[in-house]
């Protein structure tokens, strides 16, 4: 198999977009669709041949690479897709779609001949833009050969859990990681919040946890986007950290673990969202400490 490969990228978002346009500058011949083709329009300027239909896009596809909001989504775009999809074509699967969303898309896979690969991303904007991204994978090693261009183009490394994707380890992996990252985005937003409230300025807290144990340059990162007022454009936006959230809330349940943080850090996502917050960075998960007036919650 030639390194220079057809892709078609299903979901062009804020991530899909972007490993999109690196695998356009890897040289890959890139066939993209979103739901709101607007979204997608802009990759024609990069050489992208930008369909109508999920059908169109997966015409003649070595690999197709689904970055959509959920399982559910993702499933029903493949679906769509069916009649063109080539067997004996790879799936690279990254949409962060739980552990039982894997493994419905896995059968799908299975009826219709395709190599599946479990394989979501870690990461947000920035490091998509910069062909930065972790990429978590399971799938056969015999056919590892035909999707390593495309991970090395959206990504610096990959990490492989497995050799069946249907399995889900890769999936799994991400969940643990998001639950980090979601509880520690919502300690951020509490400990601004808590400041504001007692008159404490942010940058003693910085300067007293600086350089120890506590210090962290997420914690840094995320208050940055907060204090300057700078949450938008998302680099992962509130509205797919609640789905997100959700999703680890539920596989902890569906495994006898009560996961507390996880489903305050929902709940506190979703009041963001309510307030008018869900298409802003997840760290707008700040404005959750407050009233709709911006004061302190009583």
């Not at 804020?14 to 739901?35: D, K, S």
């Not at 059908?55 to 499933?75: F, K, N, S, W």
């Not at 940055?224 to 700078?230: A, F, P, S």
């Not at 307030?275 to 007036?293: K, L, P, R, W």
């Amino acid at each position: 198999m030639t390194d220079k490969l057809t892709v078609s990228v299903l979901g062009t978002g804020i991530m899909g977009a972007a490993m999109a346009r690196n695998l356009l500058r890897a040289g890959h011949t890139v066939r993209a669709w979103n739901r709101t083709r607007a979204k997608a329009e802009p990759l024609a300027a990069d050489g992208a041949h930008v369909a109508g239909s999920p059908a169109e896009a997966v015409e003649g596809a070595d690999v197709v690479l689904t970055m959509l909001y959920d399982g559910p989504a993702a499933l029903e775009v493949m679906r769509e897709a069916a009649p063109a999809l080539r067997s004996g074509a790879a799936w690279v699967q990254s949409t962060t779609a739980g552990i039982e969303g894997i493994g419905d898309l896995a059968a799908f896979a299975r009826e219709h001949g395709l190599v599946f690969f479990d394989a979501p991303v870690l990461g947000t904007r920035q490091p998509a833009e910069d062909g930065r991204l972790l990429v978590l994978a399971a799938g056969p090693a015999g056919h590892r050969a035909a999707v390593s261009p495309v991970f090395d183009a959206v990504g610096a490394r990959t990490v492989w859990t497995g050799d069946d994707g249907a399995a889900g380890t890769a999936t799994r992996l991400k969940l643990v990681a998001n639950s980090w990252v979601i509880a520690a985005t919502a300690a951020v937003g509490e400990v601004l919040a808590l400041a504001q409230a007692l008159g404490v300025d942010p940058q003693g807290f910085f300067d007293a946890i600086g350089g120890g144990p506590l210090d962290m340059g997420y914690l840094h990162a995320k208050s940055e986007l907060i204090l300057g007022d700078r949450l938008t454009p998302p680099q992962f936006a509130v509205a797919t950290a609640v789905k997100d959230a959700r999703l680890i809330v539920r596989a902890g349940e569906e495994h006898g673990v009560r996961l507390d943080v996880a489903a305050a850090s929902a709940e506190r996502l979703e009041r963001a969202a309510a307030q008018g917050h869900a298409d802003e960075d997840m760290a707008a998960a700040y404005f959750a400490s407050f009233d709709a007036d911006g004061r302190p919650s009583r």
